[in-house]
């Protein structure tokens, strides 16, 4: 049985992604901080493994992670996925705790459990893995108002190319999904206060089949980057 570890599982894109992996098969860990959310996901489902715990602390990773390998045997798959948008603010109104609180989840989070997967896919027999970055439309192009996103989701970019690189002698290949406009918890809430003019949308579960679709390649293959929009949604030319 092929393993996953989801981070930020709990809901919207990690939960659909999490719904689709198990639907699959494979044998699933569910990291994020609500363990009963994340027992309401892994409910009904021989194959999940419920692993509360937070993404910026390193200590919570390393055990989280742990506790994983030790269930499952290997890490097969990382979707680094946890993240968070923070206020929409411009860059003169936002204050340094609420750009920190970005930075903390959706920089040095995904950093730590990239590094946690690398370390265990280096060392495992056989050998390699593959490590998905949630990055966002926001990796190219900014939505307004999103200066500590978007500055974060660049740097996502950095990440899986150097990812990409570095893990090609131990077998890990790295690749990047960039989400614009699923419905979740998140976007339900733009729509409501949008309604009048509600932005174009997708199902969320079509990101589960994206991320199962990029996990299940040989790993002689890989994603390098996907883009997964709501078709009708402003991404090309805007700015």
């Not at 609500?34 to 910026?56: I, K, M, S, W, Y």
């Not at 890990?172 to 339900?188: K, V």
Request: hydrophobic residues 45%; charged residues 20%; glycine residues 10%.
């Amino acid at each position: 049985m092929k393993s996953v570890l989801i981070t930020g599982a709990s809901a919207g894109i990690g939960a659909a992604c999490a719904r689709a992996f198990l639907a699959a098969g494979w044998r699933v860990g569910l990291m994020a901080r609500r363990r009963d959310a994340l027992d309401a996901v892994a409910e009904g489902h021989e194959g999940a493994v419920v692993l509360p715990g937070d993404v910026t602390s390193p200590e919570d990773v390393a055990r989280s992670f742990g506790a994983f390998v030790a269930d499952a045997g290997r890490l097969d798959v990382l979707f680094n996925n946890a993240g968070t948008f923070g206020r929409a603010a411009l860059i003169d109104e936002l204050g340094h705790d609420e750009w920190r609180q970005v930075v903390e989840v959706n920089l040095h989070g995904m950093f730590l459990c990239a590094q946690a997967a690398f370390a265990q896919m280096r060392r495992q027999a056989p050998q390699g893995g593959r490590i998905i970055n949630n990055g966002s439309i926001s990796a190219h192009a900014p939505r307004p108002l999103s200066v500590a996103y978007t500055t974060t989701k660049h740097a996502i970019t950095g990440l899986t190319k150097t990812l990409s690189l570095d893990g090609r002698p131990f077998d890990i290949a790295c690749g990047q999904i960039d989400i614009g406009n699923a419905r979740t918890e998140l976007l339900e809430g733009i729509i409501a206060a949008n309604p009048d003019d509600p932005p174009p949308t997708m199902d969320v579960a079509e990101v589960g089949r994206a991320v199962l679709a990029m996990a299940e390649l040989p790993p002689e293959a890989n994603v390098q980057f996907m883009t997964l929009m709501a078709t009708k949604m402003p991404y090309i030319g805007r700015g």
